[in-house]
């Protein structure tokens, strides 16, 4: 698997270098022939070594063999961060058997930085073990989240960003989900949490946060599922903080106002 995603962070590198085109998949939401090389690229590795498995991949769907492994393929995770030459994106490699997440590599070129893990047996950046961090207050802790591409209109987030950057030294939004989940797999990130990402976003990060000693769940406190539309990681020390300040900006009860606009400028 770090093969592939090696290959494939390099195809991506190359594409990131010659500032290749920008399409529109929907108004916001945008793809490069870099997101759809790189699928295609991963998906002849996979049929080449694992012929019989099931790939489930953002740009070209389902192919499902009935087998009882399937691959979650995002070959470009930030591709708005990558369309702008902002160097902040990845791919992202994830295999379930039964439904149970076994293995998930993600890949960083720009950093050279390849992040693993295998069901019990650890979290690796780059062969070396990495753990979440030991901050237990979230007064004293960084986080990140992320707005998607599309429907922003349909998105509370805004709230959340605000309520949380008043109770945390803040708020990073770098554009890739699966970076953010191996920020707080490494320590870099106490937590992280989005609305609404899909499965190829999640499915390596989760595991690899798991596997560094971190805590994954929905926003109520229920378990991780990849089609939850919930995600908050974090360092399972300050999980309940955040679920806390969740819970106070769901029932409104103890959101600080934003500041009034034109009373700020005068
Ligand atoms: C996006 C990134 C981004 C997140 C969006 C995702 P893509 O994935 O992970 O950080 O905020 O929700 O859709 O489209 O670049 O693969
Ligand atoms: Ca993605
Ligand atoms: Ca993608």
Redesign the pocket.
């Known amino acids: 698997m770090t093969e592939i995603a090696r290959e494939a962070g390099a195809l991506l590198l190359g594409y990131f270098r010659a500032h290749v085109a920008v399409e529109y998949k929907g108004e916001a939401d945008l793809v490069t022939v870099a997101d759809r090389e790189s699928e295609k690229l991963i998906r002849s590795r996979i049929r080449q070594y694992w012929p019989q498995h099931d790939i489930l991949g953002?740009e070209e769907g389902f192919t499902d063999t009935g087998s009882e492994y399937r691959w979650y393929v995002?070959p470009l995770?930030g591709t708005t961060n990558f369309a702008h030459g902002f160097p902040v994106f990845c791919v992202s490699l994830a295999l379930e058997h039964k439904d149970a997440r076994i293995a998930g590599v993600i890949y960083d070129p720009t950093r050279d930085e390849m992040f693993a893990a295998e069901k019990g047996s650890g979290a690796y950046l780059n062969h070396q073990p990495i753990r979440v961090s030991g901050t237990a207050t979230l007064a004293e802790s960084l986080v990140a989240t992320g707005f998607p591409s599309h429907k922003r209109h349909k998105n509370p987030n805004i709230f959340f960003y605000h309520q949380i950057s008043l109770h945390t030294h803040g708020v990073r939004r770098a554009g890739s989900?699966?970076l953010d989940l191996c920020c707080v797999a490494c320590g870099r990130f106490e937590g992280f949490w989005e609305f609404n990402l899909?499965p190829?976003?999640t499915a390596a990060g989760v595991l690899i946060v798991e596997e560094a000693g971190g805590k994954v769940t929905n926003f109520s406190g229920c378990p991780f599922l990849l089609d939850s539309r919930e995600t908050l990681a974090s360092n399972g020390l300050v999980h309940d903080a955040l679920r806390a300040e969740f819970d106070k900006i769901f029932t409104a009860g103890g959101l600080s106002p934003l500041p009034d606009v034109r009373e700020y400028r005068r």
Request: glycine share 0%.
């Open positions: 953002e995002d995770d989900a699966a899909n190829w976003d």
